[in-house]
Nanobody, 116 residues
Framework: VQLQASGGGLVQAGGSLRLSCVHPGSTFNINVVAWSRQAPGKQREFVAHISSGDSTEYADSVKGRFTISRDSAKNTVNLLMNSLKPEDTAIYYC???????????WGQGTQVTVSS
């Protein structure tokens, strides 16, 4: 099962983008859907996640600028990114996790480029 991530693109600093991730949903007993990112030459880092109970967590670097939300009817998790900075430039990946089975599902990544 591969998640479908979309919404990346090129935006100027201070602009906004919304990423979307279609995930398997309740069929696969997903506990958490997360976004992570990997910039060129750097390790992948956590960005945000949302649990099946709608609790959210954010990396310090994006708090107050990014908002993660879900549309359960569409099995979609969105990441609204405001006040984008050049350092947000990266490939963004969504992932879904079943803690009981240990199964993890990943999307193909979507490129976000923020110009200064």
């Amino acid at each position: 099962v591969q998640l479908q991530a979309s919404g990346g693109g090129l935006v100027q600093a201070g602009g906004s983008l919304r990423l979307s991730c279609v995930h398997p949903g309740s069929t696969f007993n997903i506990n958490v859907v997360a976004w992570s990112r990997q910039a060129p030459g750097k390790q992948r880092e956590f960005v945000a996640h949302i649990s099946s109970g709608d609790s959210t967590e954010y990396a310090d670097s994006v708090k107050g600028r990014f908002t993660i939300s879900r549309d359960s009817a569409k099995n979609t998790v969105n990441l609204l990114m405001n006040s984008l900075k050049p350092e947000d430039t990266a490939i963004y990946y969504c992932s879904a996790h079943n803690f009981k089975s240990g199964d993890d599902y990943w999307g193909q990544g979507t490129q976000v480029t923020v110009s200064s």
